[in-house]
């Protein structure tokens, strides 16, 4: 039995480093099992992003996925303001993508293919999002440091991670890390089934630096 459970994780494994997917990635195919119809009533983007990101701000939303919180930024930017949406699985960018134009909002959003251990995003950003995607990394110090130099100063980074996936203690890690990139940490309730903090970038290095894209 032990052995039958051994082969099948190192053959899930085999696939998961084939297909460029880390041990913890959520395949595009196990999206739509929490981003469907339903999901709007768990999570209201505008109250989990109300007063996060304003009318023309320039928003960047990490591991993208299907695109739902994508095409909400793109509505609370407006017509002025711009998204950057990234994620590592192509498949999850062509359909979230796709989603963007059939609601009409595909010129405000600029979807990437990401690598694993590089975002390759242009600063200066205002507000980024890495909902349900940070312990998905692994060692997600590259991943907060490339966020903190692509915020202007004062810029919002909102990590929310899945309380089933992710302990309390893993969390506050997590939060620590985002401390010693130099971002000042606070918690946010109120985001169902989750845990979140909101991470702004200091004031102290002038913010917005450009990131390479190589
Ligand atoms: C659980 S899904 C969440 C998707 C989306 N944020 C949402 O809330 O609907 C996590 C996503 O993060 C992406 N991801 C994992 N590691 C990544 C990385 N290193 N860089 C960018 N995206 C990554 C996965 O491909 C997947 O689409």
Not at 99 to 113: D, K, N
Not at 161 to 171: M, N, T, Y
Request: hydrophobic residues 45%.
């Amino acid at each position: 039995m032990g052995n039958a459970r051994d082969a099948l994780r190192s053959a899930r494994n085999g696939l998961r480093r084939a297909l460029l997917l880390g041990p913890h990635t959520c395949p595009w195919w196990l999206g739509y099992s929490f981003d469907n119809p339903l999901r709007r009533f768990v999570h209201d983007p505008r109250s989990i992003l109300g007063g996060l990101v304003e009318p023309g701000e320039t928003a960047l939303d990490i591991g993208c996925g299907l695109g739902y919180f994508s095409l909400a930024l793109a509505e609370l930017v407006g017509a002025k303001g711009r998204v950057v949406a990234v994620d590592i699985q192509p498949q999850m960018v062509s359909r979230a993508r796709r989603r963007a134009g059939r609601r009409g909002l595909a010129e405000r959003i600029e979807f990437r293919v990401c690598e694993p251990h590089r975002l390759g995003v242009h600063g200066p950003v205002d507000f980024a999002l890495a909902f349900w995607v940070l312990h998905e990394v692994e060692s997600p110090e590259w991943l907060l440091g490339e966020v903190r130099s692509a915020l202007r100063a004062g810029g919002r980074l909102l990590i929310v991670e899945p309380r089933g996936h992710v302990s309390g203690a893993r969390f506050a890690a997590m939060a620590e890390q985002a401390r010693a990139q130099g971002f000042g940490v606070s918690e946010k309730s109120g985001v169902r089934l989750s845990r979140a903090v909101i991470c702004t970038a200091g004031a102290s290095d002038g913010g917005g630096a450009r990131l390479a894209t190589t």
